[in-house]
């Protein structure tokens, strides 16, 4: 699920908030930050004329790369959901096993007023680009410009490697910087980047009590965010271990997991997760509760998704990605060949295998 560059991008978020601010330096709002993350801005960043001269190279490197992701990926994307996907202005839209994954459900369900993104990362603190010297921001971009550009060509990211190279006890302190970029480049204003936390009866996410300068904090976060028109969304990243053995033990994120299922969700390049006994906590709540489900082959079995839902076919689909092949999704396969016709997917979406990407539309039977 996350890029195999994700690893090097990821080592340098936790540069700049482990470096000491210099008196004279001014820091930068959330979403100046984000901005230059995304390789959108850099006039303003520093009166230095060498860490000014950094970010435009910056920028001027990420653009491009920007620009062929939108072509192949995300128009094609953002059309093919206008034509075939319910929306809802205003919605949640939940997306466990995302990741820093914001622009692929934001392309999904654009006039969503809030999102919720799941997954075992941490999330982390605002970074403070301004407090970098230069050697270090230097590192800082070139790594995150890795990062940016692995996303941009593969529109996914590899799980294992954030899983092994972020955490609170690590160098790597999280991916809020990452959404944050994503929140730019998707064309959102940054507003506000607060931490928050599962309340202890699991009805709603809360302001985190913590000491606002501890990494632990930061492990989930809320992004305030204003969309071009001048409307409000709100962008929930939730650090949480979504298998059996961890929700069975916390009530609180077991009823905050049922509520989140509630909603509209979307799910890919999520390991064949809920395919295993194991993770039977998410994959009941979604089949109990989701009002639609849209997926690639990676996310709730076939045969329990054709039970509840009346499921359309997109793109093709002969067999898992090689990771997963033996005995995964076999009546997706069948209900695949059976098809007198499937509809076509325009754009790449999760593991890329010899036939192509699938995705299934699934909305509730009455």
């Not at 959108?40 to 060498?50: H, K």
């Not at 909603?263 to 395919?275: D, E, G, V």
Request: charged share 25%; aromatic share 10%.
């Amino acid at each position: 699920m996350l890029a195999a560059r994700t690893t090097t991008l990821l080592m340098t978020l936790a540069l700049g908030s482990a470096l000491a601010l210099p008196a004279t330096a001014t820091a930068h709002t959330p979403d100046q930050t984000a901005h230059y993350l995304a390789g959108m801005a850099s006039e303003g960043f520093a009166a230095d004329a060498a860490d000014l001269k950094q970010v435009a190279t910056y920028a001027k490197a990420v653009e491009p790369k920007w620009a062929s992701y939108w072509k192949r990926i995300a128009t094609p994307m953002i059309d093919w959901a206008h034509a075939e996907l319910a929306q809802t202005p205003g919605e949640t839209v939940f997306y466990p096993f995302s990741g820093p994954d914001f622009p692929t459900v934001a392309q999904l369900y654009p006039d969503a007023g809030r999102y919720i993104l799941v997954a075992l990362q941490t999330g982390g603190r605002v970074p403070r680009l301004d407090a970098m010297n230069p050697k270090h921001l230097r590192l800082y971009l070139d790594l995150f410009k890795r990062g940016f550009t692995d996303f941009t060509r593969r529109g996914y990211f590899r799980t294992d490697d954030l899983k092994a190279d972020t955490g609170r006890e690590r160098t790597i302190e999280g991916i809020t910087p990452v959404l944050m970029a994503f929140a730019a480049r998707m064309g959102f204003t940054v507003d506000s980047v607060t931490a928050v936390r599962i309340s202890a009866d699991g009805k709603s996410l809360e302001p985190h009590p913590g000491p606002a300068d501890e990494v632990a904090t930061w492990d989930s976060v809320r992004l305030a965010l204003t969309r071009p028109d001048g409307k409000k969304v709100t962008l929930d990243y939730v650090h949480l271990d979504l298998s059996d053995d961890y929700l069975k033990q916390h009530d609180n994120a077991r009823t905050w997991l049922t509520r989140a299922s509630s909603h509209r969700t979307f799910t890919k390049a999520a390991s064949h997760l809920m395919q295993k006994p194991f993770f039977s906590v998410v994959r009941d709540a979604l089949i109990g509760h989701a009002p639609s489900v849209v997926q690639d082959e990676t996310g709730l079995d076939y045969k329990d998704l054709n039970k509840a839902f009346d499921v359309t076919l997109y793109g093709k689909f002969d067999r898992a990605y090689h990771l997963w092949t033996e005995g995964v999704q076999r009546e997706l396969v069948t209900a695949y060949k059976a098809a007198k016709g499937t509809k076509k997917l325009p754009f790449r979406v999760g593991y890329t295998k010899d036939a192509g990407s699938c995705l299934q539309v699934a909305t509730r039977k009455p």
